[in-house]
């Protein structure tokens, strides 16, 4: 496939185009790089009700130091920022040559997409959360994940062993960077595609339910896991479940293996406004148009993370946070969701305060604890501020 033009980058290195520099564009335009499924927008799409604020001037304090709203967006590689507060689209800012129409890479806002489906299907009666894993998909009692419940894996505390290490050469991520299809070669023996990802995880770390431990592996296992039970491909039925009955404006796209899977657990592009009308239908306890998309008993289970799981190095951000149904909590026992992705991605959700901020951004790092308490303690500021 041909690099895409770009004067800032004429030849993107296939092997390194979801990183920095060159994310600065392909985040934007990872159709150009990578093989997607359309998930199809609304037919008709939830229009906003606007109400603009200038929030440039909030100040807000990180570790001491004194910053501000416009400081931060300034400073932090953002690419799109918007607020909506009490049903109104108040901040709507675009840099780096993005719009209202371009899609961007979420990283991992893609898990609480497919946790959210998830979530749906179940209150439908489709599947049940509380059953073994291997219920429905008895492949997998060849694997680690023998004897681990869904409800498990959805709060990723099984016991499987995984290696998520962003940039060391033999991790799984490396691997499934070749096995969802965003990397080209490899080594011998590593798997062709995520199914033969999945299937190759033998070894244990330790009980299952033992503790919170982040894997992405654990999603697309839960993408393996929609398919199966709903007879569907991921994409149509994020679009039929989720994407169109919420009112999305544009078609989104997830990256797919060479299979044709969707990578659940990072794969998904969306557009800014509409990542803010996902946050918002959480916000409104799962209703859109008036119509109950989200079961009330799915975002009651949602908030009920258990902290205790929550530990080491996860509390340098969330000192007293949990991890539920592939959300983030802020802090255990208050009602803030969190959908969180390396290099920068952010949707902030508190529906008590009727407050979603979504933040999109490209930076150099996969991970950095201070910029991430950085963009937390900024929203919060704007939050505070708008009442």
Same mark, same amino acid.
């Given at each position: 496939?041909?690099? /895409?033009?770009?004067?800032?980058?004429?030849?993107?290195?296939?092997?390194?185009?979801?990183?920095?520099?060159?994310?600065?564009?392909?985040?934007?335009?990872?159709?150009?790089?990578?093989?997607?499924?359309?998930?199809?927008?609304?037919?008709? #799409?939830?229009?906003?009700?606007?109400?603009?604020?200038?929030? %440039?001037?909030?100040?807000?304090?990180?570790?001491?130091?004194?910053?501000?709203?416009?400081?931060?967006?300034?400073?932090?590689?953002?690419?799109?920022?918007?607020?909506?507060?009490?049903?109104?689209?108040?901040?709507?800012?675009?840099?780096?040559?993005?719009?209202?129409?371009?899609?961007?890479?979420?990283?991992?806002?893609?898990?609480?997409?497919?946790?959210?489906?998830?979530?749906?299907?179940?209150?439908?009666?489709?599947?049940?959360?509380?059953?073994?894993?291997?219920?429905?998909? #008895?492949?997998?009692?060849?694997?680690?994940?023998?004897?681990?419940?869904?409800?498990?894996?959805?709060?990723?505390?099984?016991?499987?062993?995984?290696?998520?290490?962003?940039?060391?050469?033999?991790?799984?991520?490396?691997?499934?960077?070749?096995?969802?299809?965003?990397?080209?070669?490899?080594?011998?023996?590593?798997?062709?595609?995520?199914?033969?990802?999945?299937?190759?995880?033998?070894?244990?770390?330790? /009980?299952?339910?033992?503790?919170? %431990?982040?894997?992405?592996?654990?999603?697309?296992?839960?993408?393996?896991?929609?398919?199966?039970?709903?007879?569907?491909?991921?994409?149509?039925?994020?679009?039929?479940?989720?994407?169109?009955?919420?009112?999305?404006?544009?078609?989104?796209?997830?990256?797919?293996?060479?299979?044709?899977?969707?990578?659940?657990?990072?794969?998904?592009?969306?557009?800014?406004?509409?990542?803010?009308?996902?946050?918002?239908?959480?916000?409104?306890?799962?209703?859109? +148009?008036?119509?109950?998309?989200?079961?009330?008993?799915?975002?009651?289970?949602?908030?009920?993370?258990?902290?205790?799981?929550?530990?080491?190095?996860?509390?340098?951000?969330?000192?007293?946070?949990?991890?539920?149904?592939?959300?983030?909590?802020?802090?255990?026992?208050?009602?803030?969701?969190?959908?969180?992705?390396?290099?920068?991605?952010?949707?902030?959700?508190? #529906?008590?305060?009727?407050?979603?901020?979504?933040?999109?951004?490209?930076?150099?790092?996969?991970?950095?604890?201070? +910029?991430?308490?950085?963009?937390?303690?900024?929203?919060?500021?704007? +939050?505070?501020?708008?009442?």
């Amino acid at each position: 496939m041909a690099a /895409p033009f770009d004067p800032r980058f004429p030849a993107i290195p296939h092997a390194d185009w979801d990183r920095a520099p060159w994310n600065r564009y392909t985040f934007q335009h990872v159709r150009e790089q990578v093989p997607t499924a359309q998930v199809r927008r609304s037919e008709a #799409p939830l229009a906003w009700r606007r109400s603009p604020q200038d929030v %440039s001037a909030i100040g807000f304090e990180i570790d001491g130091q004194r910053s501000s709203i416009a400081d931060f967006l300034a400073s932090s590689y953002t690419d799109g920022f918007c607020v909506v507060h009490r049903g109104a689209l108040v901040v709507e800012h675009y840099d780096n040559g993005m719009n209202a129409h371009s899609i961007h890479l979420l990283q991992s806002v893609s898990k609480s997409v497919t946790g959210t489906v998830l979530g749906i299907l179940a209150g439908r009666g489709m599947l049940d959360v509380d059953a073994l894993l291997t219920h429905y998909l #008895p492949e997998l009692e060849a694997t680690a994940y023998r004897g681990a419940t869904v409800q498990q894996v959805l709060d990723m505390t099984s016991g499987v062993f995984w290696d998520e290490d962003y940039t060391a050469p033999d991790s799984h991520c490396a691997q499934m960077d070749i096995a969802a299809g965003w990397k080209r070669g490899g080594k011998p023996g590593w798997p062709a595609c995520m199914w033969e990802q999945v299937l190759g995880l033998k070894d244990s770390r330790g /009980p299952h339910g033992r503790d919170f %431990s982040y894997r992405s592996i654990e999603t697309d296992v839960l993408g393996f896991l929609l398919e199966r039970a709903s007879g569907t491909r991921l994409p149509e039925l994020v679009s039929r479940e989720l994407w169109a009955p919420m009112g999305a404006a544009e078609d989104a796209c997830f990256t797919v293996d060479p299979s044709g899977f969707a990578c659940a657990n990072g794969g998904f592009n969306a557009a800014l406004c509409d990542l803010a009308r996902f946050g918002w239908l959480w916000a409104s306890g799962g209703v859109a +148009r008036g119509r109950a998309l989200v079961p009330e008993e799915w975002i009651r289970r949602t908030y009920g993370g258990d902290p205790e799981l929550f530990k080491g190095a996860y509390r340098e951000v969330l000192p007293r946070g949990a991890y539920r149904n592939q959300f983030w909590l802020e802090e255990a026992g208050r009602h803030v969701l969190l959908a969180r992705g390396v290099f920068g991605q952010l949707v902030y959700i508190d #529906p008590d305060a009727q407050f979603v901020a979504v933040k999109l951004s490209t930076w150099p790092e996969f991970v950095n604890p201070q +910029r991430t308490r950085t963009a937390l303690a900024a929203v919060r500021a704007i +939050r505070d501020a708008l009442g």
